[in-house]
């Protein structure tokens, strides 16, 4: 994507959660991955590092249940990641040829199956759900999964537009994606939170959304829970976002990102990670 004479691309992450001024409990989760055939390293809530060498994930999970069993269901996703991404890495690397889709449903398969598991052999755990956002990068390529109401945003370098790549699993998000009613109506209709898909649960099968975006310098991925769109409009988060981007490298945009929404809503967990192609 870039000349060979151009610096090598990193990304530039930072993260943050706050559990809102409502729930006793956060049931988000995030994570950060970097990995290759031989090491896993879990990553800060900020940071850079080429994407030259190595390979990069980073995800956000919104659990759900009774008791402490979305916290648990949440922090249950992260660890299976953790696990299996880079196995699939070392899969790849011996030759094994499994495309970016096949991995992305293996792991969302598994994490279902082992939050089914749990809730249907544990009363504490029973009704145990998570939502599921994922961004996988390898060089010039992000390779993305998603299940639930979290949701991944892109904001390419040029047109200063931000697009969300991820499908809301509800029945407002579907008609909010065919025209049918506007983000305003979107955000005060009644079954807004009403979800037709996650992991866990009584849901027998698991089809996750998968797909692959190409990147260059400039371009802002963010990963974010409900609890952040819940508070902050689309247009919100690009105010927000891009003059953060400009600011000093001390900044956390991923903490604007979420003291807005907090002071704007707060009656959810908040949570965002921003990735920032550099």
Request: charged share 20%; with cysteine; aromatic share 10%.
């Amino acid at each position: 994507m870039t000349d060979s004479n151009a610096a090598p691309l990193k990304l530039k992450w930072s993260g943050w959660t706050d559990r809102g001024k409502v729930r006793p409990n956060n049931e988000d989760s995030f994570l950060g991955l970097r990995f290759d055939a031989h090491e896993v390293q879990h990553l800060g809530k900020f940071g850079d590092s080429p994407v030259t060498q190595t390979d990069m994930a980073f995800a956000v999970c919104d659990g759900m249940g009774g008791a402490l069993a979305g916290e648990y269901a949440s922090k249950i996703a992260v660890e299976k990641i953790t696990k299996l991404l880079p196995r699939s890495f070392r899969q790849s690397a011996s030759g094994l040829s499994t495309g970016f889709a096949d991995i992305l449903g293996e792991l969302y398969t598994q994490v279902h199956r082992a939050l089914a598991y749990l809730g249907a052999s544990y009363e504490e755990c029973r009704g145990m759900e998570t939502t599921m956002s994922l961004c996988w990068f390898t060089p010039g390529w992000v390779y993305f999964g998603h299940v639930g109401d979290s949701r991944l945003y892109y904001l390419p370098a040029q047109g200063g537009v931000i697009k969300q790549l991820s499908h809301d699993d509800t029945y407002v998000g579907w008609l909010f994606r065919n025209g049918k009613i506007n983000e305003r109506e979107a955000r005060t209709h009644p079954r807004r939170n009403v979800l037709q898909k996650a992991l866990g649960g009584s849901n027998q099968f698991v089809d996750p959304q998968v797909g692959a975006v190409g990147y260059e310098r400039g371009d802002i991925f963010l990963l974010c829970t409900d609890g952040l769109t819940d508070g902050l409009y689309d247009s919100g988060i690009l105010d927000i976002l891009r003059p953060a981007i400009a600011r000093s490298p001390e900044t956390n945009p991923a903490r604007l990102l979420v003291d807005a929404a907090v002071a704007a809503s707060g009656r959810d967990n908040s949570t965002a990670l921003v990735i920032e192609i550099a």
